[in-house]
């Protein structure tokens, strides 16, 4: 088997566009959020978010970012014609496979990837129907051609993959994994699976989403996830005192390919993937299963994948949603997988700075991953301040944790009770 | 490893269970019934809807099918009636679940009345939406509803707790699905699992949206179904053998050259070549050009055109299509089967299937 590894990254996050954002601000124990600026959110029950800063996802932002070897601006020009750019998670995701792409120094001979992205849901835009609203119906007969027929009522799934093997000219196949908050890591385990199959050379893979829009704000409210506090420490992740979730919007891309092939082209990887595993909980679909014996045996088919015990993990990057009902679930499944071990074993979640990235978290928690080894430092968990005796493991708090480890676990957890655990190596 | 197929199970217009499919009729543009989906949106448009679900296939009390979009409700009974059929009763923890899946399946009446509460002189006006007209609906569960609930429902009825994964598809993700769920037995991750597909290409926006698109135009039938296939890697009682699962990127290139080019390295490397291609074309060039490259290829091989009986069912188009050849083979009406997948993604997909656990 020819091991599967990381040799470029990119990503788009509350702190900024870029990994470096990322990075920096994790590293200084920063939180990145904020009321939400996109549209008016004041009536709404949850009115922050971690809202990636830029003022409009434009050719011209595009265009101050990508860094490809041809002209690409007529075609990002024409997508922002068509409306294709409209829903946000597009755009977030040609940003972050551009920097993936140009980290992992991909160039011609990387063509033949493949794409495996996590792309979250497709976003509905209420505003289309309001033309054809008459009497309490929509009238279907009067809707004709559009402006902006690529995201006419809503955009679809799809639509973030198609652009980024045009934007890339990728040959190879594009899978779009729709597993919920599961996916973004399932997307990158499918990715090394297809490169230790031999099914694929190399795969830009990640995931992408925006839910920081009035209908899926509305409807995750609707649900009681968030937090009903609009308040910049909202999500307290593992904190005695959570209430709830903050919605986030981004994107983190990555670069996948065999370890030899790596090497071979003079690209240092920046981590192996050592193994990966999922499951389902069959409990309730906006729900964990309390015990955490679902999620535990996504750990344990990952650990048993990357052939390691528990003794070999030596940090946790959680889903940690800080939710009622996620965290103490998820502290029962990590015991239960580490064992004794638990006790010191560091433990993370990004969400209390970045919020919940939904389809794209894994993701992105997947890049701040990667922290613990480009720099030697565990990510903090902003917001958490006091423990939960519920939460029985060993929380990082609100400042990174100094640390050289070998190996990360990285958790997800979607709706619908999907579970995937990614296992990182350390490439000395 | 060998990979059997022990159960396969689809709901289809012919109605429920894999034995309605022997009696299919072949659909036929002018003779379709309309679609009483699209009644009140876009009434007249002919469909291959599934009929009425007969009382014995209900799985869910009123309460539950209410929150559930109609490619959940389908592959939730695909699923338990492959799992019956496959006779996987024991350890369902351990059973894995892949599906491809769709989009938006809920109600547009939720929407209109969201609409109601929130549109002011011709104009949305968020702060009434985030005042009174959240309070119509939630549109996470009815408009914009989850991907994965069309998997998930159903793994949570069934108590499936294995490896799983939902990926979209307008065709490939269904084939991604079985690809992925032959790996997880092959790899060590289950020994088990459910691979298919579940859609509905008759949701007011879904139509709307092929329509718009052009695909009304040039052959597409709306339909809507699930289908799914029990696997494991013991051939005991199986129905039929997995023989390979492949997709074939056409988009950028033209679909001839790459079904030829498919068809050309089976017959070069294949220990036997199938006596019968199913294709499941998603329009009349689809059609027309998987008709001229098997015709070219494999002579004298017999042809069904799953879509002439399914229609396109979106995700779970291929899905169908499988199931209609283990059919075939259960029937003793071949003894291998090429199925031929194009979906509206422009992706070719292909799945080779043998009787029983001979070879």
């Known amino acids: 088997v020819s091991r599967a590894v990381i040799t470029g990254v990119g990503a788009v996050s509350a702190f900024g566009v870029g990994v470096d954002a990322l990075w920096n601000g994790l590293a200084r124990g920063a939180g990145a959020i904020s009321e939400i600026r996109s549209f008016d959110a004041g009536t709404f029950p949850t009115r922050v978010a971690g809202e990636v800063p830029v003022a409009a996802a434009s050719t011209a932002l595009l265009a101050d970012h990508l860094r490809l070897e041809r002209d690409v601006l007529p075609l990002i020009s024409q997508w922002e014609a068509d409306g294709t750019l409209r829903d946000r998670k597009t755009p977030f995701a040609l940003l972050a496979a551009a920097e993936a792409w140009g980290s992992a120094q991909a160039g011609a001979s990387e063509k033949a990837a493949s794409l495996s992205l996590a792309s979250g849901l497709e976003q509905c835009f209420l505003e289309d129907f309001v033309s054809l609203f008459r009497d309490g119906r929509i009238d279907w007969n009067s809707d004709r051609a559009s402006a902006l027929p690529k995201t006419r009522f809503r955009s679809p799934a799809e639509l973030p993959a198609r652009c980024l093997s045009e934007l890339f000219e990728l040959e190879g196949r594009t899978i779009v994994n729709a597993s919920a908050c599961a996916a973004g890591t399932l997307a990158v385990a499918h990715a090394a699976a297809l490169v230790e199959r031999g099914s694929a050379p190399v795969v830009l893979c990640g995931g992408t989403d925006s839910l920081v829009n009035p209908l899926a704000l509305g409807g995750m409210s609707r649900i009681g996830a968030p937090s009903p506090r609009a308040e910049r420490d909202a999500c307290r992740p593992f904190d005695r005192r959570r209430d709830g979730l903050v919605i986030g919007e981004g994107s983190a891309m990555f670069v996948v390919e065999s370890e030899e092939r790596a090497r071979a082209r003079g690209v240092k990887p920046l981590a192996r993937i050592l193994g990966w595993g999922s499951s389902g909980d069959a409990h309730r679909p906006t729900a964990p299963l309390p015990d955490g014996s679902a999620a535990a045996r996504a750990m344990e088919r990952a650990l048993s994948r990357a052939g390691l015990g528990a003794g070999d993990v030596g940090y946790v990057n959680a889903h940690g949603t800080g939710t009622l009902l996620n965290d103490p679930a998820e502290a029962r499944a990590i015991r239960k997988v580490l064992g004794a071990h638990a006790d010191r074993v560091p433990v993370s979640s990004i969400k209390g700075a970045v919020g919940h990235l939904m389809v794209a978290s894994g993701a992105i928690e997947l890049a701040a991953s990667l922290l613990a080894f480009e720099r030697d430092l565990l990510p903090g968990t902003a917001n958490h301040r006091e423990r939960d005796p519920e939460c029985d493991i060993d929380v990082i708090g609100e400042m990174p944790r100094a640390a050289a480890v070998d190996v990360v676990l990285k958790n997800s957890f979607g709706f619908g009770g999907q579970n995937a655990t990614l296992v990182l190596g350390r490439v000395r | ?359």
């Open chain 2, 1 to 359: 490893m060998r990979i059997f197929v022990v159960g396969a199970e689809a709901v289809s217009v012919c109605g429920v269970g894999r034995a309605a499919l022997a009696s299919h009729p072949v659909l036929r543009t002018g003779t379709l019934l309309p679609s009483r989906q699209l009644a009140r949106t876009h009434p007249g448009v002919g469909a291959a809807e599934v009929p009425e679900i007969p009382e014995e296939a209900e799985l869910f009390s009123p309460r539950a099918t209410a929150r559930m979009s109609r490619a959940s409700q389908l592959a939730s009974i695909a699923v338990k009636r492959a799992l019956r059929e496959a006779d996987f009763r024991d350890a369902r923890h351990e059973i894995g679940c892949f599906l491809g899946v769709g989009g938006s399946g809920g109600s547009v009446g939720e929407v209109e009345a969201m609409l109601s509460t929130s549109v002011t002189e011709g104009a949305l006006s968020y702060r009434l939406l985030g005042n009174v007209g959240l309070s119509a609906c939630n549109p996470l569960l009815t408009f914009q509803t989850l991907h994965n609930f069309t998997l998930c429902h159903p793994t949570i009825a069934e108590g499936l707790g294995g490896p799983n994964g939902a990926f979209f598809s307008r065709g490939a993700g269904t084939l991604v699905a079985l690809e992925e769920a032959a790996a997880s037995i092959r790899e060590g991750d289950c020994t088990r699992a459910l691979a298919g597909g579940a859609d509905t290409a008759l949701h007011p926006v879904t139509w709307a949206e092929l329509a718009r698109t052009g695909y009304a135009e040039n052959g597409l039938i709306p339909g809507e179904g699930a289908g799914v296939l029990a696997l494991t890697s013991s051939g005991e009682g199986a129905l039929a053998e997995l023989e390979s699962v492949a997709i074939h990127r056409a988009r950028g290139k033209t679909l001839e050259r790459v079904t030829t080019r498919a068809l050309h390295e089976v017959a070069a490397g294949a220990p036997a070549l199938p006596d019968h291609v199913v294709i499941a074309p998603w329009g009349d060039a689809s059609r027309a050009c998987l008709r001229a490259c098997v015709e070219a290829r494999l002579q004298r091989v017999a042809m069904t055109d799953a879509s002439r009986i399914f229609g396109e069912s979106l995700a779970a188009s291929p899905a169908l299509a499988w199931v209609l050849g283990v059919d075939l083979l259960v029937r003793g009406a071949a003894t291998r089967v090429l199925v031929l997948s194009h979906g509206i993604d422009e992706e070719l997909g292909w799945v080779q299937l043998s009787r029983g656990g001979a070879r």
